[in-house]
């Protein structure tokens, strides 16, 4: 069976490749900006960033298909988007699953396009890697987050407690789990569209 790497994706706006080091400076703006970081963490320094870069392209060579795309916008890094294999027992099984993220710049915040990379994502990950089941996690008073899942598709299952050496505030009230399974994707989509690469006719 021939080894699945990681496809170069499009949408109407957003060119999704493999994060690769050319990211790097793009990363180290997006967790530098305390906003960006609010529901994740505190904001990091360089040398944290570049441990998260390596952990990050890493992800690629767990499950063959999946690990984190950067999006580029008339070549531009607007931030990156990832379907990654489960890394808790709670979340279920790794084969056939995987968790839906996306992290975006603060000047590309409110135009749709973390909703329009999820969505493709999305799509990739049933139509073309076979995946059973795509979930999302944030927290419960993370509602912005938790519209956008909502938007692409994605359905409340449950409200979890995780234990954090350092909570952020709201952590009381928990994390969410949002999810859809392949074949609730497709009752809702009847045909699987793609994006032709710019400068093809989508053959």
Do not use: K
Not at 6 to 17: D, E, F, G, K, M
């Amino acid at each position: 069976m021939p080894l699945v790497t990681q496809a170069t994706l499009w949408t109407a706006r957003i060119q999704l490749v493999p994060l690769g080091d050319d990211h790097l400076e793009g990363e180290v703006q997006l967790d530098a900006d305390p906003e960006v970081m609010r529901y994740l963490g505190r904001p990091r320094q360089r040398a944290e960033v570049e441990q998260a870069h390596r952990r990050r392209i890493a992800t690629a060579s767990v499950v063959p298909g999946l690990g984190f795309w950067a999006g580029l916008v008339a070549g531009s890094f607007v931030g990156w988007w990832i379907l990654q294999p489960p890394e808790r027992a709670d979340q279920g099984p790794v084969e056939g699953q995987a968790e839906l993220g996306y992290r975006l710049l603060r000047r590309y915040w409110r135009q749709g396009l973390a909703s329009e990379g999820a969505r493709e994502l999305i799509r990739h990950g049933f139509a073309d890697l076979g995946l059973h089941r795509i979930f999302a996690e944030t927290m419960a008073v993370n509602l912005p987050s938790r519209a956008t899942m909502a938007a692409v598709g994605l359905d409340y299952v449950r409200t979890f407690h995780l234990d954090f050496d350092a909570p952020l505030p709201g952590s009381e009230h928990g994390e969410v789990e949002y999810a859809t399974t392949r074949q609730e994707w497709l009752a809702i989509r009847p045909a699987v569209v793609r994006h032709p690469v710019p400068g093809t006719h989508g053959t």
